[in-house]
């Protein structure tokens, strides 16, 4: 979704999975529960490998605000000139993604599982306000960018 302004006003919740919401000017988040989050998916090669991966959400916009009494932002991204959030439980994480290899066969068989962590980013170019009850931030990004 892009726009010039964009304003979301959802009564119960509003879910962005794996997808863009993107504004020139202004990007304004209402609702009871708001989830920015990766979409989750396992692909599996042959019989051997099975991968666990996500595709990131994106907000982004000149001036966004997000307003809600729960806010998560899961292994996605928030890119704002001015950011204000306000909630009262904030949770800003990351989504776990797997790898799992098997080879071989009797006793030369060999399994093994790789685990990393998508984080979130929040990047800010200007004033970032944050007000909550809760704060809870893991693994992720939250950067003030300043101009040079």
Known sequence: MTGNNINLNAQNTLLNQS???T???NLKLKAKTIANIASEQTITKGT????SVG???NLQGGNVNINAQ???????NI???NLDITANNLNIATQQN???LKAGGGDNYSNSQSTKHQGSNLKVTGDLNISADNINIQGSKVALIMPI
């Open 48 to 51: 051997n490998i099975t991968q």
């Open 55 to 57: 595709s990131a959400s």
């Open 70 to 76: 729960d806010i998560t932002n899961t292994a996605s």
């Open 19 to 21: 997808g863009d919401i």
């Open 79 to 81: 890119t704002a000139n």
């Open 23 to 25: 504004a020139v000017n």
């Open 98 to 100: 797997t790898t799992d």
